[in-house]
């Protein structure tokens, strides 16, 4: 959130995603009129997003325009971004390989 808002957008938290029966994404970020939706997730070792998330991100790229992405932090490495197409395609799941092949760092996925 902070490296966005210094980067010049304007972010949210929405605190507890997932668990109030809507679409809600971990961080909203706009800026110039572009809205972007995260779906955030740390952890040490490769994973799975669920189609339950996916599809909330997705209603949010549908029906608000929004620019959905999957961020992972991976210990000691960082923030890398994923386009919700590309983790779609791999059917959510996410790993070392996958982020290296599609990954993108937080300037280029926020240009």
């Known amino acids: 959130m902070h490296t966005l808002a ?3 957008f304007m972010v949210i938290r929405s605190p507890r995603s997932g668990r109030i ?13 572009r809205l972007f939706v995260i779906e955030c ?6 994973f799975t997003i669920s189609k339950d998330q996916l599809q909330q991100l997705k209603e949010w790229q549908v029906k608000a325009g929004a ?14 971004f994923l386009k919700l197409e590309d983790v779609i395609a ?14 993108m760092t937080i300037e280029k996925a926020f240009e």
């Open 6 to 8: 210094k980067m010049g």
């Open 21 to 33: 029966g809507l679409a809600s994404p971990d961080i909203i970020a706009a800026k110039n009129g």
């Open 41 to 46: 997730k740390s952890r040490a070792e490769a």
């Open 67 to 80: 620019i959905p992405y999957i961020g992972w932090k991976i210990a000691r490495k960082g923030w890398s």
């Open 90 to 103: 791999n059917n959510g799941n996410i790993g070392k390989r996958f982020i290296e092949e599609k990954g």
